[in-house]
C-alpha cells in the first residue's frame, strides 16, 4: 500500500452537489491528519486538521476510519469557488509529512 | 498562522546556473522545511532547516546540490546549484506551528522555477 493514496478525479459535479472524496493510508501509528486545498499555481492552504475520529467546519466534515485506515472529506452544498485540488496529507514512519497526490474538484454552473 | 513570504516568485534561469530562494516569517519558529513541487506532482520534502544546525536531507536529495541556510528563527534560504531543466519545478518553505500533539504547517505561496 503507498503511504498515502488518493483517487486523482476529477470529480465534475453541479453546484449544490454533495461530494466526498477518501484517502488511504498506510502507518497504522498515525495519530493527525491534514486536508490542504490548493487552487491552481498556488501554495497548499491548510483547510482542516483530524486528531480525533473527525472534525466539521461549515460545509466540510473531515471523518477518521482508523480500522480501515482511510479519512474522508466530505463537502456539502458545492460552490464554484470550491474548485480546487486537495490534499490529504499524513504523518509518516518518520514522523514526515507524507502528501497524497492531491484529489482534483470541480464545480460546474 | 504565520505570514510567510518567499523571494523570487518565479525565475527563468540556464542551466548550469544557481538560484538561491529566500524564505521569511513574521514570527520566530523552530522547524521551516522545504519542499519541490513538480509539475503535475504532490509535494516533496527536500530537507528540514533548524536554526543552529546543518539541514536534514531526504532521501534523493543532497546538501551539494540544495544547500540550505537557516541563521536565525525568521529566515531560511534554499539554493538550486548547476541547474538543469529537470529541477523546473514550485519550490516551497513552509513552518511548523502548534504545541503538543498538535502541529500544523503552513506554506509560502512558492517560488517557480524554470531552468532553460
Known amino acids: 500500500r503507498k503511504e498515502v493514496e488518493q483517487d486523482p478525479g476529477p470529480f465534475n459535479v453541479p453546484e449544490g452537489a454533495t461530494v466526498a472524496f477518501n484517502c488511504t493510508y498506510s502507518n497504522s501509528a498515525s495519530q493527525s491528519f491534514f486536508w490542504y486545498r490548493q487552487d491552481c499555481r498556488k501554495e497548499p492552504k491548510l483547510l482542516m486538521s483530524?486528531?480525533?475520529s473527525g472534525n466539521e467546519d461549515g460545509r466540510f466534515t473531515a471523518q477518521l476510519n482508523r480500522a480501515s485506515q482511510y479519512i474522508s472529506l466530505l463537502i456539502r452544498d458545492s460552490k464554484l469557488s470550491d474548485s480546487a485540488t486537495y490534499l490529504c496529507?499524513?504523518?509518516?514512519?518518520?514522523?514526515?509529512?507524507?502528501f497524497g497526490q492531491g484529489t482534483t474538484l470541480q464545480v460546474k454552473p | 498562522s504565520a505570514v510567510i513570504s518567499q523571494k523570487p516568485s518565479r525565475d527563468i534561469c540556464q542551466r548550469g546556473t544557481s538560484l538561491t530562494i529566500q524564505c521569511q516569517v513574521d514570527?520566530?519558529?523552530?522547524?521551516m522545511f522545504w519542499y519541490r513541487q513538480q509539475p503535475g506532482q504532490s509535494l516533496t520534502l527536500i530537507a528540514t532547516a533548524n536554526q543552529g544546525s546543518e539541514a536534514t536531507y531526504e532521501s534523493g536529495f543532497v546538501i551539494d546540490k540544495f544547500p540550505i541556510s537557516r541563521p536565525n528563527l525568521t529566515f531560511s534560504t534554499l539554493t538550486v546549484s548547476n541547474m538543469s531543466p529537470e529541477d523546473s519545478s514550485i519550490y516551497l518553505c513552509s513552518v511548523e506551528e502548534g504545541g503538543g500533539s498538535s502541529y500544523e504547517q503552513y506554506f509560502g505561496p512558492g517560488t517557480r522555477l524554470t531552468v532553460t
Open positions: 496529507v499524513v504523518p509518516g514512519n518518520t514522523g514526515k509529512l507524507i
Open positions: 483530524v486528531y480525533s
Open positions: 514570527s520566530q519558529v523552530t522547524m
